[in-house]
């Protein structure tokens, strides 16, 4: 079955930094990947995704790469904030429509 | 905007009982999935259903069954619940392909 590594583990950044979240996966089938955030004690929100007919998408300060060769995709933040502080799931589907999440990266953003 | 419920924040059962959670969404969603959260280990997908009275196994099935006779509700059943089941529960449903839309979570504690 897939299998989905996401780094790093945790991720600290100043205010106003940029913050990286890399996954990668195994499944050469995959071909949809959302990001989640999760806030503390509440439901898992999709900020946002990519198919794998897209290379890359924007929506505000988020963006998503997919690099469907080397089989990695990475979120990126740019100008983070203090409320961008959760923790960021990556996941994968390789078309059945369950997905397949990475282990999670709890991002703090320093004031 | 589409509601994702489950019927309790916070559950404790004992060793041995047999263990219902419920989830329920209001979008006439075909797909809905059970996850399970621990930390450091992500979301883990434990059954999915396309469709009523479908079940499809997912990454963690062992010791787990599923029913769904209606669309609306999707409830997830520990025959025989164990001290190692103690965790997040997570519900979520999706239309066709589209992404996946999560319920506040159960979180069960066995004793």
């Known amino acids: 079955g897939e299998n989905v590594e996401q780094h790093p583990s945790t991720l600290s950044v100043q205010e106003g930094d940029s913050a990286v979240i890399k996954c990668t996966y195994s499944d050469s089938a995959s071909n949809y990947f959302p990001w989640y955030k999760q806030e503390l004690g509440k439901r898992p929100q999709l900020i946002i995704d990519i198919r794998s007919n897209v290379g890359e998408k924007k929506d505000q300060r988020i963006a998503v790469t997919l690099n469907k060769t080397a089989k990695h995709f990475s979120l990126h933040i740019t100008e983070t904030q203090p409320e961008d502080s959760a923790v960021y799931f990556c996941?994968?589907?390789?078309?059945?429509?369950?997905?397949?999440f990475g282990s999670g990266t709890r991002l703090q953003v320093q004031p | 905007d589409v509601k994702v419920t489950q019927s309790s924040r916070y559950l404790v059962k004992r060793t041995g009982e047999k263990v219902f959670l419920e989830c329920v969404q209001d979008m006439d969603h075909e797909n809905m999935f059970w996850y399970r959260q621990d930390p450091g280990l992500g979301l883990r997908l434990i059954y999915f259903?396309?469709?009523?009275?479908?079940?499809e196994k997912g990454d963690i099935p062992e010791g787990y069954s599923v029913s769904r006779e209606k669309k609306e509700r999707f409830s997830l059943i520990l025959e025989s619940a164990s001290t190692n089941q103690t965790s997040m529960y997570l519900c979520?449903?999706?239309?066709?392909?589209?992404?996946?839309?999560f319920g506040d979570g159960t979180r069960l504690s066995i004793l």
């Open positions: 996941a994968a589907d390789t078309g059945r429509r369950a997905l397949t």
């Open positions: 979520a449903s999706s239309f066709q392909s589209q992404p996946q839309h």
């Open positions: 259903s396309y469709d009523v009275k479908m079940k």
